[in-house]
């Protein structure tokens, strides 16, 4: 036996040659013989060798029973002995016996703490309160168990990259059940719809996605943060605060306290009674509610965030939006941004470029939704508002420091996102939800829009005075004046703007309420920035009129010189003259 597997060593593909690395057991020397087996069930051994199980010196015979004994390596019987005493051979389990399977390991204390003393032992008992265990409990073998999610021979340490269950992989294994339309037919869910197959394409073009992918930040969210792991189950309807409430914990507490988490409950109420109907049931066909028939529950964040597609929330949430994002920093909006603005040297090459783009917007058919969306995209590509490359990356060029941190900051987005479906490779369009798809100004009683307008306004005015600010100072510090406060100032605004974001959650623009009071604060901060750099501009006009005076001085003082230079240049030349015309000085 040793002598034919020396020989067969010299011909053996690299899967096999890895499996060398394990102990010498009958499974091994058995297994790793491509005279017996393929070799893709060769690599199999190749691929445990790198696992988990290997890596602490677990071998074939710890799951599988058996009697390990490498001279056993042609007894199959003997080394596949069903009474073997220490480990009865038990073989490959059925699909249904695996989580108990998998938990005798994983569910005894004494056994895997030696390995790890945090180690775990709940997800056994876990995973049979999970839709797949309740499922595979009632005899439905098609739902996942231990080795969908983790692998069976290849199972990596959750802490290596290569693990199915790593961070960015956790996904695309869920969507290996989840995005198949064809394996998730059978089921529906709650309220009678089918599964969607869609989670993985929204979230991968999700806020959180991008988070984990484009920042490499291994802690943004992905399926089972959101759903668990072992007991992986949808929230329920009155727990989706709480599940984003792990992160977003100010916005959840917020959103518990407001008039909208109590409406929510109202109205699910009148939509268990809706049928198919939805809210069309109450309201008329000319009221925008009216075509969401299928609307069966309000389900917290995600009914104006999304689900798994959530993206990154953008000042377009707050319905009605002004004509151009232009107007959300170059256009007075109140008495105090007016009184701002007229000021602003700047305004008229704002207003030549606004209707430049005005009109080649017209000229491409664009209006409404489309222009503005149309508008954002041009903005940032502006040229006195990126950096231009010098030999750079053409296509992308950042934008400057101080109109960076008011478009990303101040989140001056668009109204709609496209992207392309990693499974299909078609394009999607999702449509920013907003306030305006369920309060109706017009409505008989306009309940909520006028808040939506009453917090769009206050953003929107402490924008165009932060944006004003950051002009003014950034015109003083252009002309060298030193404008540290201003900048202190602007830093606060701008920190003041960012909890308005969050404040909003709160739904009340009643005198006194968290966010009135935030942004009252905000357009004291921006108010106080403009005002050091009005002043530093008065003190860059005074300069310069000084140099201007200066200058005028010197000049004076340098023709005088000159003038004065030249006389006594005539003098000593006449002088001279004299002297070759009388060198006796008998004149």
């Known amino acids: 036996m040793i002598r034919r597997l020396l020989l067969a060593a010299l011909f053996l593909p690299a899967s096999a040659l890895a499996a060398q690395e394990l102990a010498r057991t009958s499974c091994v020397l058995c297994h790793g013989d491509a005279d017996l ?29 058996g009697n390990p004994d490498p001279r056993l ?93 790593y961070p960015t992989r956790v996904a695309e294994t869920c969507a290996h059940c989840h995005s198949d339309a064809e394996r998730m037919a059978p089921y529906s869910q709650d309220n009678g719809q089918p599964l969607p197959t869609d989670q993985y394409a929204l979230w991968r073009h999700s806020v959180h996605a991008r988070s984990m992918f484009e920042r490499d930040d291994l802690s943004a969210p992905t399926c089972n943060d959101c759903h668990g792991n072992h007991g992986a189950a949808p929230p329920g309807v009155e727990s989706v605060t ?194 305006t798809d369920c309060h109706w100004a017009d409505a008989d009683e306009a309940v909520g829009a006028p808040t939506a307008q009453g917090l769009l306004d206050s953003m929107r005015e402490l924008t165009v005075l932060t944006a004003s600010a950051e002009r003014v100072l950034l015109a003083a510090r252009r002309g060298g004046v030193e404008v540290r406060d201003g900048l202190a100032e602007i830093d606060q605004a701008v920190n003041d703007q960012i909890q308005l974001e969050a404040l909003v959650h709160g739904f009340s623009i009643a005198p006194g309420s968290p966010f009135v009071a935030k942004h009252e604060e905000g357009v004291a901060h921006a108010q106080a920035a403009i005002d050091v750099g009005y002043r530093a501009v008065d003190e860059l006009a005074f300069r310069r009129k000084g140099l ?28 001279a003259e004299a002297q070759e015309l009388d060198p006796e000085g008998w004149t």
């Not at 699910?268 to 009221?287: F, K, Q, R, T």
């Not at 201007?548 to 002088?575: D, N, P």
């Open 242 to 435: 709480y599940v984003c409430g792990q992160c977003h914990g100010r916005e959840a507490q917020l959103f518990r306290s407001s008039p909208k988490e109590k409406a929510f409950a109202r109205h699910n109420v009148y939509l268990e009674d809706a049928g198919d109907e939805g809210c069309a049931a109450c309201h008329d066909s000319e009221e925008p509610q009216a075509s969401f028939t299928e609307l069966s529950r309000f389900i917290e964040c995600s009914t104006c965030h999304g689900n798994h597609g959530v993206l990154r929330p953008t000042i377009a949430l707050l319905a009605p939006l002004p004509e151009t994002p232009c107007q959300f920093c170059h256009e007075p909006f109140g008495e105090v941004t007016e009184q701002v603005l007229v000021m602003d040297t700047t305004q008229g090459n704002y207003q030549a470029m606004r209707d430049e783009l005005l009109l080649e917007a017209e000229q491409q058919g664009l209006e409404g939704d489309a222009r503005f969306d149309w508008l954002v995209s041009e903005a940032l590509a502006l040229p006195f508002h990126i950096l231009r490359p010098a030999g750079g990356d053409e296509e992308a060029p950042p934008l400057r420091p101080e109109f960076s941190r008011l478009f990303e900051k101040f989140r001056i987005g668009r109204t709609m996102e496209t992207y392309t479906d990693p499974l299909t490779g078609e394009q999607v369009t999702v449509r920013v939800r907003r306030c």
């Open 548 to 575: 201007t005076v200066s200058l005028l001085v010197i000049a004076l003082v340098l023709v005088t010189l000159g003038i004065k230079i030249r006389e006594l240049q005539r003098r000593s030349l006449a002088a």
């Open 73 to 165: 390596a042609d007894d199959y019987e003997a080394a596949m002995d069903p009474d073997y005493g220490p480990a009865p051979y038990v073989g490959a389990p059925d699909k249904k016996d695996l989580p108990a399977f998998c938990g005798r390991c994983h569910s005894d204390p004494s056994y895997i703490r030696r390995f790890r003393p945090d180690a775990r032992i709940d997800q056994e008992e876990q995973y049979w309160t999970s839709r797949h265990g309740i499922a595979l409990a009632a005899g439905d073998t098609n739902v996942a168990v231990c080795t969908d999610c983790h692998g069976a021979h290849d199972i990596r340490a959750i802490t290596n990259p290569s693990s199915r269950v």
């Open 37 to 65: 087996f393929e070799e893709a069930e060769v690599a199999i051994l190749g691929d445990f060798a790198k696992s988990a199980h290997a890596s602490d010196g677990l071998s074939c015979h710890d799951c599988h029973g």
